[in-house]
């Protein structure tokens, strides 16, 4: 009860600058906006409709949109400590009683908030132009988000500390492995499409297999094996980013 405690004590001292500045969510709208707005038109007319699995291109690119602003929201997240860290504020923290794990935990739920707000608004604006959602799956599709958000987020924290004094360095990694792993997963065009060896290079990616699990929920197919091979990938992500969060949060010497 007192690790749920300090969870939710976490979450909540998080969550309080986003509620006084609400410019934040708008400001992180752009970014999916621009992409359903410009380079999903551009995807319809340059990917034959085959590849989205006879659907239309909405239907196929809003899940990869909602997987993308996971990742890039969540793999952002260090940032935030590292200020915290020069600031002297994740000193002040760690002296308190809460445990590591929560305030590893109620940083990354932090985002949880956020995405349901964006996804939301996302799938409002794409309804006009032929977009359908499954209610269920969709909010299903919006709780693996989150769950694969915790995980993203720990390593996200995790590579912050490790790299604390030298903040070029977070950015210049982060910024390194967040393109190869969205162009990977197939959240932009399709990987089917491609030479034999991207899909292969593609199958060892988690990412991969939450879209493909997104793009079905949405659809409404909620017990099938994408689903389930999407949940498997969440949980491991969650899984390995809490441990090594974790571990490094309780041997971060500041």
């Known amino acids: 009860m007192k690790s749920l405690s300090d969870i939710a ?3 909540v001292r998080e969550l309080r600058p986003i509620i006084r500045g609400p410019l934040f969510l708008v400001v992180s709208l752009i970014q999916p906006l621009v992409f359903l707005g410009l380079f999903g038109p551009l995807l319809a007319g340059a990917v034959d409709e085959s590849a989205f699995g006879g659907g239309n291109a909405l239907q196929w690119f809003v899940p990869g949109i909602m997987v993308m602003i ?5 793999s952002t997240m260090g940032s935030n400590l590292l200020t915290e860290i020069q600031t002297g504020a994740h000193e002040r923290l760690l002296v308190t009683p809460l445990t590591r794990g929560s ?42 988000l989150g769950v694969l958000g915790i995980g993203l987020g720990a390593l996200s924290y995790a590579l912050a500390i490790a790299v604390r004094h030298q903040e070029w360095a977070f950015w210049g990694i982060q910024q390194t492995l967040l393109f190869p792993v969205l162009i990977l997963s ?35 197919h909620i017990l099938t094996a994408e689903v389930g091979w999407g949940v498997v990938a969440a949980v491991l992500v969650a899984a390995l ?9 309780r041997r971060s010497p500041v």
């Open 9 to 11: 004590t976490v979450t």
């Open 70 to 74: 996971s990742l890039v929201g969540t």
């Open 103 to 144: 305030m590893l935990i109620g940083r990354a739920l932090k985002e949880f908030a956020p995405l349901v707000i964006q996804a939301l608004v996302i799938v409002l604006v794409a309804m006009p132009f032929g977009f359908s959602s499954d209610p269920l799956g969709t909010v299903l599709g919006v709780l693996l």
């Open 186 to 220: 197939g959240i932009l065009l399709p990987v089917d499409a491609g030479p034999g060896w991207l899909a292969t290079v593609a199958s060892f990616n988690p990412l991969t297999y939450v879209v493909d699990a997104e793009r079905a929920l949405f659809a409404g």
């Open 241 to 249: 980013g809490l441990f090594v969060g974790v571990r490094s949060i």
